[in-house]
T-cell receptor
Framework: GAVVSQHPSRVICKSGTSVKIECRSL??????MFWYRQFPKQSLMLMAT?????????EQGVEKDKFLINHASLTLSTLTVTSAHPEDSSFYIC???????????FGPGTRLTVL | AQSVTQLDSQVPVFEEAPVELRCNYS??????LFWYVQYPNQGLQLLLK??????LVKGINGFEAEFNKSQTSFHLRKPSVHISDTAEYFC???????????FGSGTKLNVKP
């Protein structure tokens, strides 16, 4: 089956620093990738839709200047949490939509802890 | 926007007993339905999906789900659970062409020996 990877799997950073998370589709091309956020003991909430070669579409309430998304190629999307604060600590999960059949495949997630 | 309801936040069950995890969604338009499992500190693993066709869908690990359009439900079932099934289960709905996914709040299945 299609595989989506995320890097890093875990990251701890100091408040005020920026953190970049990568999402890669390993064996398929994805014109569209999605970024989700999962708070402890809660469900996944869609943050933004990342489209290759164009600007990301953010969900209501998500700060686009804080969560920068770049979808530079058909296999890579990055999420940069800028000037991270402790309240940004969360589990970030990406998914990639396969071009051939539009199915979405989820990455293993990135645990971000901001001290 | 879609609304996905998983009424049971936690379901305790003994090993080898049957289990049903409930999921209801709000939309009356055509949707795609999914069940995912999440083990601690891991991402989502697809259990099964309903796209079209037979309303009874069989997935991995012995799970199955039934799509009921009139009741807008997609309940997940397993006739005999194992300890290894202990995890959190998420129901999800996608409208149209696999665009946005809307997730339920999750159900923690705790299988006891």
């Amino acid at each position: 089956g299609a595989v989506v990877s995320q890097h890093p799997s875990r990251v701890i950073c100091k408040s005020g620093t920026s953190v970049k998370i990568e999402c890669r589709s390993l064996d398929f091309q994805a014109t569209t990738m999605f970024w989700y956020r999962q708070f402890p003991k809660q469900s996944l909430m869609l943050m933004a839709t990342s489209n290759e070669g164009s600007k990301a579409t953010y969900e209501q309430g998500v700060e686009k200047d804080k969560f920068l998304i770049n979808h530079a190629s058909l296999t890579l999307s990055t999420l940069t949490v800028t000037s991270a604060h402790p309240e940004d600590s969360s589990f970030y999960i990406c998914s990639a939509r396969q071009i051939q059949n539009n199915e979405q495949f989820f990455g293993p997630g990135t645990r971000l802890t901001v001290l | 926007a879609q609304s996905v309801t998983q009424l049971d936040s936690q379901v305790p069950v003994f090993e080898e007993a049957p289990v049903e995890l409930r999921c209801n969604y709000s939309s009356s338009v055509s949707v795609y339905l999914f069940w995912y499992v999440q083990y601690p500190n891991q991402g989502l693993q697809l259990l099964l999906k309903y796209l079209s066709g037979s309303t009874l869908v069989k997935g991995i690990n012995g799970f199955e789900a039934e799509f009921n359009k009139s009741q807008t439900s997609f309940h997940l079932r397993k006739p005999s659970v194992h300890i290894s099934d202990t995890a959190e289960y998420f129901c999800a709905v996608s409208e149209g062409n696999f665009n946005k996914f809307y997730f339920g709040s999750g159900t923690k299945l705790n299988v006891k020996p």
